[in-house]
Antibody
């Protein structure tokens, strides 16, 4: 059974750097085809994909946020870390990590972690 | 970026109703379209991938169809546990984008 859980601060101040950790079990991030993605959802709004790291350490970022994001993995600890710099109140959202794989050649995010709400406020 | 547009943004329906949700992509995405169900305070759950393949464990009253730019998610007979928000997502190319969601409410 695959599970993921996000952890990190619930409140950050504007201009600070956010560091979120996704701790997972039930799969290895060294397995061919596997990845972990980060997706966020501002309150009452749509989901927004942020970043994805693959088993081979290849990385993809949302173009609109690329300059502020860094995604890394620690395969031995079964963790993926997302950092986002220069936080703004508009970044207030629930942040999810999700397991990525190919199913019948279709990329899917499944399952997802429970999410963690991050509020940006002074 | 590929824009994903859903309609309607919300709908009211009764138990037993047939419900159809539309998702349109701003350019062709072949069959690289996934549908998720999200309940309040919960993470999204994968329902359909590849436009029409039900994820394991998803009831057969759910179905997906379409290819290219136009896609539909249909619930053949709405059940009480189906009241939720449904969201499409293109997996054709990064950045992987989501629709704005369709909230299915009880009439």
């Amino acid at each position: 059974q695959i599970t993921l859980k996000e952890s990190g601060p619930t409140l950050v101040k504007p201009t600070q750097t956010l560091t979120l950790t996704c701790t997972f079990s039930g799969f290895s991030l060294s397995t061919n085809g596997v990845g972990v993605g980060w997706i966020r959802q501002p309150p009452g709004r749509a989901l927004e994909w942020l970043a994805l790291i693959y088993w081979d350490d290849d990385k993809r970022y949302s173009p609109s946020l690329k300059s502020r994001l860094t995604i890394t993995k620690d395969t031995s600890k079964n963790q993926v870390v997302l950092t986002m710099t220069n936080m703004d109140p508009m970044d207030t959202a629930t942040y999810y990590c999700a397991h990525r794989r190919l199913k019948s050649a279709i990329q899917i995010f499944d399952p997802w972690g429970q999410g963690t709400l991050v509020t940006v406020s002074s | 970026d590929i824009q994903m547009t859903q309609s309607p943004s919300s709908l009211s329906a009764s138990v037993g109703d047939r419900v159809t949700i539309i998702c349109r992509a701003s350019q062709s995405i072949s069959s690289n379209l996934n549908w998720y169900q999200q309940k309040p305070g919960k993470a999204p759950k994968l329902l359909v991938y590849g436009a029409s393949t039900l994820q394991s464990g998803v009831p057969s009253r759910f179905s997906g169809s379409g290819s290219g730019t136009d896609f539909t998610l249909t619930i053949s007979s709405l059940q009480p546990e189906d009241f939720a928000t449904y969201c499409c997502q293109q997996s054709n190319s990064p950045p992987w984008t989501f629709g704005q969601g369709t909230k299915v409410e009880i009439k």
